[in-house]
């Protein structure tokens, strides 16, 4: 099993920025690490994954503000946001696979990001 925390959400006004953390722990060797984020009243939509090797990949409407990094050494993921918009404002879920489980996701419980003036 894979356990993930997400911490680094709150309040930001627009064109703030904040950072997301997401560390992983558990038995199996973590593969890819994604941040994915769902408004109210809106489906669960990909912000950004990024792979053992580093390789990341980006929603289009994150292009240009949001960057994800990871860890390996601590299991820890991150996604740094500038420039937020009101549009923005979602709950934010860590996600990851593994090397053993193949294409099994899994989540954490989520962050909320509020961005209001």
């Known amino acids: 099993q894979v356990q993930l925390v997400e911490s680094g959400g709150g309040l930001v006004q627009p064109g703030g920025s904040l950072r997301l953390s997401c560390a992983a722990s558990?038995?199996?060797?973590?593969?890819?690490m994604g941040w994915y984020r769902q408004a109210p009243g809106r489906e669960r939509e990909l912000v950004a994954t990024?792979?053992?090797?580093?390789?990341?990949n980006y929603a289009d409407s994150v292009k240009g503000r949001f960057t994800i990094s990871r860890d390996n050494a601590k299991n820890t993921a991150y996604l740094q946001m500038n420039s937020l918009k009101s549009e923005d404002t979602a709950v934010y879920y860590c996600s990851s696979t593994t090397l053993a489980t193949g294409t099994r996701i899994y989540w954490g419980k989520g962050t909320l990001v509020t961005v209001s003036s």
């Open positions: 990024i792979t053992r090797g580093g390789n990341s």
């Open positions: 558990g038995y199996y060797t973590i593969n890819v």
